[in-house]
Antibody, heavy 121, light 107 residues
Framework: QVQLQQSGPGLLKPSQTLSLTCAISGDSVSNNSTTWNWIRQSPSRGLEWLGRTYYRSKWYNDYAVSVKSRITINPDTSKNQFSLHLNSVTPEDTAVYYC???????????WGQGTLVTVSS | DIQMTQSPSSLSASVGDRVTITCRAS??????LVWYQQKPGRVPKLLIY???TLQSGVPSRFSGSGSGTYFTLTISSLQPEDVATYYCQKYNSAPFTFGPGTKVDIK
């Protein structure tokens, strides 16, 4: 059974960098048939896919246009996890952040437990 | 980018009622459509993929249909445990846009 466990701080000040980690059990971040995604949810923006990393003989990333200039998603094969870094945060980045495994054509399953990130001065 | 819309935004129905939620894509996405259920305070749960394939363990009262730009999620007999918000998502290619959600509760 695949499980995803998120970790990272929940309170940031404007202009800081949001950093979250998603630890994988029951699968490998290097699995060449899955993708590893970050999604966020807020009342104003609903569910918003942020980006993904995946391995297909080499590492690839895709990012949402809305955050493309500020986001990095990195795999860590030594720890079997992946991370989200979102820099220059503003209060508009306040949301619950989820990691999720993508497995064609199923969509995202499972999801991490979610991390509420609040950006406030 | 392809936009996803859902209707209605909320509905209230009685236990045992048949409930249908509609999802539309601004461009054709074949059958690459996923439905999620999110109960209050919980993580989204995969219900249906490829527009009509039930995820393992999902009750058979849930069904999905559609292709191209028009999709539906139907609950054949609404149960109290189905109170949730339901989201569709395009899954043909990135970006994997979600619909705005349909909130279902019991009358």
């Amino acid at each position: 059974q695949v499980q995803l466990q998120q970790s990272g701080p929940g309170l940031l000040k404007p202009s800081q960098t949001l950093s979250l980690t998603c630890a994988i059990s029951g699968d490998s971040v290097s699995n060449n048939s899955t993708t590893w995604n970050w999604i966020r949810q807020s009342p104003s923006r609903g569910l918003e896919w942020l980006g993904r990393t995946y391995y297909r003989s080499k590492w690839y990333n895709d990012y949402a246009v809305s955050v493309k200039s500020r986001i990095t998603i990195n795999p860590d094969t030594s720890k079997n996890q992946f991370s989200l870094h979102l820099n220059s945060v503003t209060p508009e980045d306040t949301a619950v952040y989820y990691c999720g495994r993508g497995h064609w054509p199923l969509g995202f399953d499972p999801w991490g437990q979610g991390t509420l990130v609040t950006v406030s001065s | 980018d392809i936009q996803m819309t859902q209707s209605p935004s909320s509905l209230s129905a009685s236990v045992g009622d048949r409930v249908t939620i509609t999802c539309r894509a601004s461009q054709g996405i074949s059958n690459y459509l996923v439905w999620y259920q999110q109960k209050p305070g919980r993580v989204p749960k995969l219900l249906i993929y490829s527009a009509s394939t039930l995820q393992s363990g999902v009750p058979s009262r849930f069904s999905g249909s559609g292709s191209g730009t028009y999709f539906t999620l139907t609950i054949s007999s609404l149960q109290p445990e189905d109170v949730a918000t339901y989201y569709c998502q395009k899954y043909n290619s990135a970006p994997f846009t979600f619909g705005p959600g349909t909130k279902v509760d019991i009358k």
